[in-house]
């Protein structure tokens, strides 16, 4: 047996950085996760978490910060810029040389691509990227992977359609890096303006089986995932560009009537009105369910990070 990847005082700022191995291993501590995120644990007793979150966020930050109290750890930090010395002009990089001296590790949110790359070259803690831009969401992509292995017993074997906003939508950027390190179909559905980003095409291309389209409709009977995204309105340089995509997909129950029986309708959230609410009801609908996982495997990569599992 190959020795298992280390994590101990590592960064995670993209997908791109891990082997399969390595993120099968983060999956399979996120399991063992499960039973402490109900019983609670103190494995990480006196770690300091800090959370420097430059853009808006609801269930990353507080999944982070539920983790590590869920682990024992304790918390701090900022969710906007208003009242920190950000404001006065202070750079990122020394921010992040500022907080270090008062956590363990650092959870960074940023709105400029390449801004979680740049923190962990001047972080001497671990840095887990927490929102990149548009460009990556790694630990989205990992909890994504970890429904879809819990959802069908195992990613390998299954084809997975991103649909919406595959330009500005950073966790679909993440998701298909990570994807094409198994054996799956990628269907990359979005309307023509907002098809996937070259890069990311060209490099998974090279690994799994893609089709661009712009239909859903068309795609739906082919798919065992269905992976929704908002529309990403806050990153387009023009609104005009917005108003003419926006509402481009709308998924409803009497539509999924088409799907495959034991298809999985997933979606990071926030939605906006891409998956209709008669859908939750329906048993495809795992995108809450993709919230409790999303503790569970923070609560992994946490513990991986600081050196606890
Ligand atoms: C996503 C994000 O911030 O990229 N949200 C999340 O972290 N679950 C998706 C989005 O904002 O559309």
Redesign the pocket.
Known sequence: MSPKPVFAGKDIVSVRDLSREGIDHILDVAETMEPLAKSGSDMLRGKIMATLFFEA?T??RLSFESAMSRLGGTSLGFSETKGTSVEKGENLADTVRVVENYADVLIVRHPLEGAARMAAEFSKIPVINA?SGAEE?PT?ALLDLYTIRKARGSIDGTSVGLIGDLRY???VHSLAYALSQYKVNLFLISPEILRMRREVLEEVSNRVHVKESTSLRELLPELDVIYM??I?KERFADLAEYEKVKGSYRLTAQELSKARKDSIVMH???RVDEVAPDVDNTKHAKYFEQVWYGLVLRMGVLALVLGAA
Do not use: A, D, Y
Request: glycine share 14%; net charge positive; aromatic share 0%.
């Open positions: 966020s269930r990353t929102g969401h989205q939508g950073r966790t995204t908002r990403q990071p959230l926030p």
